[in-house]
């Protein structure tokens, strides 16, 4: 499964059209994001102590979250090859960089200054943070999602992260080199001046058009996602500047952190779940692949087996015949005419072993069954003619109440000629071995719902010592010599035919082999019935 194969119209589910749950799960999660605004806005302007050293823990979160959520936008561009997403991406990657001189220049976190002391460089850096992330979504929404050509990704995606980290250090450089010509944002390391105030009154006039463009494209679940996000750095925002006055390290300044950190997660845990939705897809998908490889390989293993297990009847009548043959012609008189029988006989095998080849081999070919109107008595006497030497040569005494009345069948002569053929072959090895007397009875009959009954008796050594459940299972035998394909033959050309096929215990003892066929509709005339 390609990646473009997840979803119907060749999309990923993130960038697919949003499910009715995705929708109630962002408007709940933004009620949850309100009411806990209401439970810490009574205690914003709490001044808190020594908490300057949460800081860089902050600043190292943010920037591994958004990192991730940037090399995940970067992973989805490069299979759409989409400019919004990478766009996106990008602003990802630029917000949680510019996090690293925030934290650094943060006055009282460190006891040496690792990018100077200046107290106006740390507002300058979270002011262009702040209005260069909503600037990034705002971007992402009216760009039209025209694509990269093929072969491009990965060139540009290194153009892209080269391109920030340069931007964002020649930034970080001039703040922090020319903090004299800064904006005087802080008055000192705790308190904004009031120019500082223009800079959130912005952000939230940034955020408020992201919204409302992201409501109005609403293409795809991120989208939503995006204006969940947007809403949180809002509340954020309103925390920091106007509920906590606008005092570093309050209550609600920290707050305000928490919520940042929070929008910061939520695309990503949004990107990690498709990516394990489509990463468990994916792994059912080889697993149903596998299986489905496994099942031919199965199919082929039992056609070829099959094939060799019937097959091999007709090929030791040739050799028999063969070898028969030529003693008729070594011998002082030879008798042509025996030997000539005996090559009949041969050549009449080697027909049926071509048909028998034909006849499994249309088993696994759906549309390719012959069906015609045949007598299964007709059958079962060849079959007992073909068997006749085998069984006299074994001592088996063969009698037959085969109904005159049998209606019809209509079905494959040949496959089910080889069924009625396994199973006499069948009750004669289970009687090799046994005393006298050895008898099998051969019966048909008509049975309920318009079905054909034929009944396969020996007194042999019967299923006693057999597992019942296994014997028509493929390559399950208790000869020696067995392949174990021929009860698997019998019952998949019954079942393709809409029979059954079964067998129990004789009285006293022996095996009984059944099986029923559906009953013709109608009775064949003389030139459609094979014999």
């Known amino acids: 499964m390609s990646a473009n194969e997840l979803t119907p119209g060749g999309l990923s589910p993130l960038v697919s059209p949003p499910a009715r749950s995705q929708l109630r799960l962002a408007a709940c999660l ?27 823990a902050y600043a190292s979160a943010v920037l591994v979250i958004e990192l991730l959520t940037s090399a995940l936008l970067m992973a989805l561009f490069s299979v759409h090859r989409s400019r919004p997403i990478l766009l996106l991406a990008v602003g990802y990657l630029f917000s949680g960089i510019m996090a690293v001189p925030w934290a650094l220049t943060f006055p009282g976190v460190f006891d040496e200054p690792v990018l100077g002391d200046a107290l106006q460089s740390t507002a300058s850096i979270a002011a262009i943070r702040r209005l260069g992330f909503p600037l990034f979504v705002i971007g992402y929404a009216v760009l039209s999602d025209r694509k990269f050509p093929p072969g491009s990704a990965r060139r540009i995606i290194l153009l892209s992260v080269s391109g920030v980290l340069t931007i964002v250090s020649l930034l970080t450089w001039v703040i922090v080199s020319n903090d004299d010509a800064l904006p005087k944002f802080m008055i000192d390391a705790r308190n904004v001046s009031g120019l500082w105030r223009f800079v959130p009154a912005t952000a939230i006039g940034l955020y408020l058009i992201g919204l409302i463009l992201l409501g ?24 920091i500047s106007y509920i906590s006055g606008a005092i570093r390290l309050s209550v609600g300044w920290w707050a305000g952190r928490f919520y940042g950190l929070a929008s910061a997660s939520l695309v990503l845990l949004v990107l990690l779940s498709e990516a394990t939705t489509v990463h468990a897809r994916l792994a059912l998908s080889v697993l149903a692949e596998r299986r489905a490889r496994q099942n031919r390989l199965t199919a082929m293993e039992a056609l070829s087996a099959s094939i060799a297990h019937e097959v091999n009847q007709p090929l030791a009548s040739m050799v028999t015949n063969a070898s028969a043959g030529l003693r008729w012609l070594e011998r002082d008189q030879p008798r042509i005419d025996e030997a000539k029988a005996a090559l009949g006989r041969i050549v009449s095998e080697g027909h049926r072993a071509s048909k028998v080849v034909t006849g499994i081999r249309t088993m696994f070919l759906k549309g390719a069954q012959e069906r015609e109107p045949l007598n299964l008595n007709d059958l079962i006497e060849t079959v007992l003619a073909q068997c006749e030497t085998e069984a006299r040569l074994g001592r088996i005494t063969v009698s037959t109440a085969l109904a005159n009345d049998l ?19 069948n009750a004669i090895d289970a009687m090799r071995g046994i005393p006298d007397p050895r008898q099998m009875r051969v019966t048909t009959q008509c049975h309920e719902f318009g079905e054909v009954l034929v009944m396969i008796a020996d007194n042999g050594a019967g299923l006693a010592a057999i597992d019942k459940d296994r014997i028509f299972d493929p390559f399950y035998t208790t000869k020696p010599d067995g392949m174990g394909m021929g009860l698997m033959f019998c019952r998949t050309a019954i079942e393709a035919h809409g029979g059954r096929l079964w067998a129990s215990d004789n009285t006293p003892h022996g095996a009984v082999f059944q099986f029923t066929l559906p009953a013709a509709l109608t009775k064949p005339n003389d030139a459609e019935l094979v014999r």
């Open 30 to 56: 933004s009620a949850l994001l309100i009411g806990a605004l209401l439970v810490a806005a009574p205690y914003a302007r709490q001044p808190t102590v020594n908490t300057e050293a949460l800081l860089p």
């Open 216 to 239: 109005l494209r609403r293409r795809s679940m991120l989208d939503i996602w995006l204006m969940v996000v947007l809403f949180t750095l809002m509340i954020e925002i309103m925390l």
């Open 407 to 425: 209606p019809h069948v209509v079905g494959n002569p040949l496959q089910l000629q080889q069924v009625i053929t396994n199973l006499v072959d």
